[in-house]
């Protein structure tokens, strides 16, 4: 399996050499190399685990930007990351440094004395161990892969786990049937600790809800126990009696209510003193999240759009779920400004790419479709033909830039251009400029 990974720091290049994927769907190789550290996970503060489909990302930012507005400091270790490694591990409010990396890798490269373990596996356990060196209020953990046997699944009491939406995607490591991928995520609850769910798909509730019995978790779930609704443009929740009447959620479209609603019920489960509702409020509407329906104005790209008088989005969705929720984004987007709509697609080969462009059908859009620097990319006349079988009107091109200039060159009134398809092509466009550089 391709590990989408930035050639550009050195602590990778080290990392990916003495560590390829090798992957083990255990938690077995984490927790040999953690007890040879001496536990780090059990030297954290409170920590809250979030595991799911879509949504995580977004999730986890929401989650963070409140703590961090009601004045704690948090660790969060997210993935991928789109331009540089250290956007993985974020320790007490502040991006690793590369001195601080080179410093850790030394130190696990020796207590994992040549064993196997892979790059995800030993990256986790860096996190982990920058976490327990730092001091911290909180420490929010984003699943890489499935959830049960992922390598971050070394909490024996988390303080909350959190699923958001379960849907079909890595289909060859968790699937193929959706109540498998469920039970692959729900392996984050824990006994007796309270788990907090987006609204599911019966099959993925159904089995949820059984792991929490079995474990005697406390459940929250959204749509039964909690709800989140946009409401005169602001943000509703519901959680048991409680009604919160908060600010609309700082990322762009309309499954970011979705998100927010689910990352505040957890926060209200969490039940910090610390964080009250002005913090909530305020976490909620300064949220930061790259390529999630990201609106481009700076860099090569955004600089061309600006000059045509368009404006230019950028998401990394990248299966049916998130072709759905993206489509009804741009649907209110295009209902508000009924202008042209330009898709600059490039997708991994192994993605429904056909179900993710299904959803458009019905708002006619223009595809460009293309490719990016990765052996498990689809060639761009792939994705044109996955295009073509939704039924959208597609061209081939070389590269992103060639497609938003094409997109820009269209006739007739500046287009809603929206580059989609994958988080790694994502980080290729924000790659392009240092100014576009997650931070």
């Known amino acids: 399996m391709y590990d989408p990974i930035r050639a550009s720091d050195a602590v990778i290049q080290r990392l990916r050499a003495n560590h390829p994927s090798l992957i083990d769907l255990t938690t077995g ?14 030297r954290l503060p409170p920590v809250i685990h979030v595991a799911g489909t879509n ?14 507005a009601a004045g704690l400091k948090v660790h969060a270790i997210t993935s991928p990351h789109l331009v540089r490694f250290a956007e993985r591990i974020r320790v007490a409010g502040t991006l690793i440094s590369d001195e601080r990396l080179d410093e850790l890798t030394d130190r696990l490269e020796a207590a994992n004395a040549g064993q196997p373990i892979s790059f995800f596996e030993i990256t986790t356990v860096l996190a982990l161990e920058a976490f327990a060196d730092t001091p911290a209020d909180l420490c929010i953990v984003e699943v890489g892969l499935g959830g049960r046997f992922d390598a971050t699944n070394v909490f024996d009491a988390p303080a909350v786990s959190v699923i958001t939406p379960v849907d079909y995607d890595h289909l060859e490591m968790l699937g193929p049937e959706l109540d498998k991928i469920a039970w692959e995520k729900a392996g984050i609850i824990k006994a007796g600790r309270p788990v907090v769910s987006a609204r599911q798909m019966m099959e993925a509730e159904d089995v949820i809800l059984a792991e929490a019995v079995a474990l005697g978790a406390p459940v929250t779930l959204m749509g039964r126990d909690a709800d989140a609704w946009a409401e005169r443009g602001r943000l509703m929740v519901q959680v048991g009696e409680r009604h919160l009447d908060l600010p609309a959620p700082s990322l762009f479209g309309t499954h970011q209510f979705d998100n927010a609603g689910l990352a505040v019920a957890a926060i209200l489960t969490l039940n910090d003193p610390r964080i009250d509702e002005a913090a909530i409020a305020k976490g909620v509407a300064s949220a930061v999240w790259p390529a999630r329906f990201q609106r481009l104005t700076a860099g090569p790209l955004g600089a061309l759009a600006q000059a045509r008088g368009a404006d230019l989005w950028l998401d990394g ?9 993206l489509a009804e984004s741009v649907r209110g987007l295009v209902a508000r400004d009924p202008r042209p709509l330009v898709l600059v697609s490039a997708m991994f080969a192994r993605k429904d790419s056909v179900g993710f462009f299904a959803p458009f059908a019905e708002l006619n859009p223009q595809v460009f479709a293309t490719s990016f620097d990765s052996p498990n990319a ?6 044109a033909l996955a295009a073509q079988q939704a039924g959208l009107k597609v061209e081939t091109v070389a590269d992103v830039t060639e497609g938003v200039r094409r997109a820009l060159a269209l006739p007739g009134p500046p287009p809603h251009v929206l580059v989609c398809g994958g988080l790694h092509f994502a980080g290729e466009v924000l790659a392009l400029s240092p100014e576009t550089w997650p931070s």
């Open 29 to 42: 190789r984490v927790e040999r190399l953690l007890a040879a550290l001496g536990h780090p996970e059990r």
């Open 55 to 68: 949504g995580k990302g977004s999730t986890v930012a929401y989650l963070r930007a409140i703590a961090e």
């Open 317 to 325: 969705g990248h299966n049916p779920h998130a072709g759905r929720a």
């Open 378 to 383: 689809a060639t761009a006349e792939d994705i």
